[in-house]
C-alpha cells in the first residue's frame, strides 16, 4: 500500500530575497535536476536505501473515514517480497484481502461466507501495495521506466512530475516536492469494467517511524466515486513478526 506525513524543509522567503541567487532561482524556480537525481533525492528524503532494505516486514493501523463522521479501523501489514494482506470492520462486521506472491483473495463477512480468489483486474491495486517501498526504490531492478514529465504547482509548492510504467504496463504519475524531495501525490489513470477511471492520491503528514519517513494520512479519489477515501494512520510498526500463512489463501475457509 504505500501508504502520510508533515516534514518540510521550506526555505524562508525573506531569506531568498536576500540573496545574491538569480531572478529565477529567487522566484522558487526548482534547480534542473536529472531524473536519477530527483528519484535519488527522494530515496534519501525518505531514509534512504539501506534503512528501507533492511525493513522486511511492516504492519501498519488507523482508521479509514467512510463520511458522516463514521470511521473503520484498518490494520495493512507487508512482507518481503510480495506480501500484502489488509483487515478493515465496519459496523462490526469484518472483511480482508490479501495477496501472497502468487494469490489474491478477499473475505467479507456481510457479503460472501467463504473466501473468493480475486481477477487481476479485482486485484491490481492490491498487487501494487505488496511493493511497500514504492516503485521509485530500486526501479530498474523492478523493471520499472522513469522519465521527468515536467514540473507543476501543488498547493503553492513546485513539484516534479516523475511518470513511472511498471512492469506490468501501468503509468502513474508521481508528484514530488521540489525541496523535501517527499512524495506529496500521485496519479493514475485505470480500465476498470469497461470504462475509464482516474485514481488521485494525496500524502501527508510525514511523520519518523525508526530511520524512515512514512505518510500517516492519505487521501484518495477515484473518479467514478461519490466522496475521496481518507485513511488516517495511529501506529506503524517495523519487522512485526507476520508469518506467512497470514497472507496464504485460508484453505480452510476462514479468513483469519
Given at each position: 500500500m504505500q501508504r502520510a506525513h508533515t516534514v518540510i524543509l521550506a526555505l524562508v522567503v525573506s531569506m531568498l530575497a536576500a540573496t545574491d541567487a538569480p531572478a529565477d532561482e529567487a522566484a522558487g524556480q526548482a534547480p534542473p535536476l536529472t531524473i536519477d537525481e530527483i528519484?535519488?533525492?527522494?530515496?534519501e528524503a525518505r531514509g534512504g536505501l539501506e534503512a528501507w532494505r533492511a525493513v522486511n516486514t511492516v504492519r501498519m493501523?488507523?482508521?479509514?473515514e467512510l463520511g458522516n463522521g463514521a470511521t473503520a479501523p484498518l490494520t495493512l501489514e507487508f512482507k518481503r517480497p510480495s506480501k500484502v494482506r489488509v483487515e478493515f470492520e465496519?459496523?462490526?462486521?469484518?472483511?480482508?484481502?490479501?495477496?501472497?506472491?502468487?494469490t489474491a483473495w478477499a473475505v467479507?463477512?456481510?457479503?460472501?461466507?467463504?473466501?473468493?480468489?480475486?481477477s487481476p483486474e479485482q486485484s491490481q491495486?492490491?498487487?501494487?501495495?505488496?511493493?511497500?517501498?514504492?516503485?521509485?526504490?530500486?526501479?530498474?531492478?523492478?523493471?520499472?521506466?522513469?522519465?521527468?514529465?515536467?514540473?507543476?504547482?501543488?498547493?503553492?509548492?513546485?513539484?516534479y512530475e516523475v511518470e513511472v510504467e511498471r512492469s506490468g504496463g501501468e503509468t502513474t504519475i508521481?508528484?514530488?516536492?521540489?525541496?523535501?524531495?517527499?512524495?506529496?501525490?500521485h496519479a493514475i489513470q485505470r480500465s476498470f469494467q469497461g470504462q475509464e477511471i482516474e485514481i488521485s492520491v494525496r500524502l501527508g503528514d510525514?511523520?519518523?517511524?525508526?530511520?524512515?519517513?512514512?505518510?500517516?494520512?492519505?487521501?484518495?479519489?477515484?473518479?467514478?466515486?461519490?466522496?475521496?477515501?481518507?485513511i488516517q494512520l495511529e501506529s506503524v510498526e517495523l519487522d512485526a513478526e507476520l508469518p506467512d500463512e497470514r497472507f496464504a489463501f485460508p484453505e480452510d475457509g476462514s479468513g483469519e
Open positions: 528519484i535519488a533525492n527522494n530515496v493501523k488507523g482508521t479509514m465496519v459496523e462490526g462486521r469484518k472483511g480482508s484481502q490479501a495477496y501472497d506472491g502468487e467479507v463477512s456481510f457479503a460472501e461466507q467463504e473466501p473468493i480468489r480475486l491495486d492490491l498487487v501494487q501495495q505488496a511493493d511497500f517501498e514504492g516503485p521509485l526504490i530500486g526501479y530498474r531492478e523492478k523493471g520499472n521506466a522513469v522519465r521527468l514529465a515536467g514540473t507543476a504547482e501543488v498547493d503553492g509548492r513546485k513539484v508521481h508528484q514530488i516536492d521540489a525541496e523535501t524531495f517527499l512524495e506529496v501525490g510525514y511523520r519518523k517511524v525508526g530511520k524512515l519517513l512514512i505518510p500517516f494520512r492519505v487521501e484518495q479519489a477515484v473518479s467514478i466515486a461519490p466522496a475521496p477515501q481518507v
